[in-house]
């Protein structure tokens, strides 16, 4: 059963700052793996997709990675501004039985400070 | 604007009532999924639909039931509502079974509390 962790849970940072977010997985047999943005009492927002055969994507200041092989993802974002603060998720998609879903991690708190 | 519309965002049951949660999207997307969302567990799927008329189990399927009888609603039902099911409910819906960029929309969500 694949499982999903992120480190750290939570992370307090100041204004400007580069800062890089973990998602790990247990089985590496995944189709693609997305990073969500979560703000409170909303619902997520999609940040990134890569496929299994990428090894990053990027978009604007924010630049995900993928290495399949050691079960690892990270969210790198670039000079941290206040409204980045939000619920950060990565979840993965594998050859399951569920087909449709991926697998979700508990997510990182992300505090940016001015 | 065009999303995920979910109904009601907060509501308070009591332990062995029944609700129905809705979940309403116009952007003519075939899947859709119901999930729920738990302090340091992330999101775990309940049921999901892959067209109008079907349904099946997620992770968790079990105290709930769901419908699909229009394509462009998805309802989730607790039958006699249990503190367990205490959480933040959200529905999301794609137009393909997600093996796209951006595939999944998510509505806004549903804070349930069962006492």
């Known amino acids: 059963k694949q499982e999903v962790t992120q480190i750290p849970a939570a992370l307090s940072v100041p204004e400007g700052e580069n800062l890089v977010l973990n998602c790990s997985f247990t089985?590496?047999?995944?189709?693609?793996l997305q990073w969500f943005r979560q703000d409170p009492g909303k619902g997520l927002t999609s940040l990134l997709l890569?496929?299994?055969?990428?090894r990053e994507q990027t978009s604007g200041r924010l630049n995900a990675s993928l290495d399949k092989s050691s079960g690892r993802s990270t969210l790198y974002i670039a000079a941290s501004q206040p409204g980045d603060s939000a619920t950060y998720l990565c979840?993965?998609?594998?050859?399951?039985?569920?087909?449709?879903?991926?697998?979700f991690g508990p997510g990182t708190r992300l505090s940016v400070l001015p | 604007n065009a999303g995920v519309t979910q109904t009601p965002k907060f509501r308070v049951l009591k332990t062995g009532q029944s609700m129905t949660l809705l979940c309403a999207q116009d952007?003519?997307?075939?899947?859709m999924y119901w999930y729920r969302q738990d302090p340091g567990m992330g999101l775990r799927l309940i049921h999901y639909?892959?067209?109008?008329?079907?349904?099946a189990k997620g992770e968790v399927p079990d105290g709930y039931n769901v419908s699909r009888l229009k394509k462009q609603n998805f309802l989730l039902g607790l039958e006699s509502a249990a503190p367990s099911q205490t959480s933040v409910y959200f529905c999301?819906?794609?137009?393909?079974?997600?093996?796209?960029?951006?595939?999944?929309?998510f509505g806004s969500g549903t804070r349930l509390t069962v006492v």
């Open positions: 999301a819906s794609s137009y393909s079974n997600g093996y796209s960029s951006n595939g999944y929309t």
């Open positions: 089985d590496s047999a995944i189709y693609n």
């Open positions: 890569i496929q299994s055969s990428q």
């Open positions: 979840a993965v998609k594998g050859w399951d039985n569920y087909g449709q879903n991926f697998v």
């Open positions: 952007m003519n997307h075939e899947y």
């Open positions: 639909s892959v067209g109008e008329g079907t349904t």
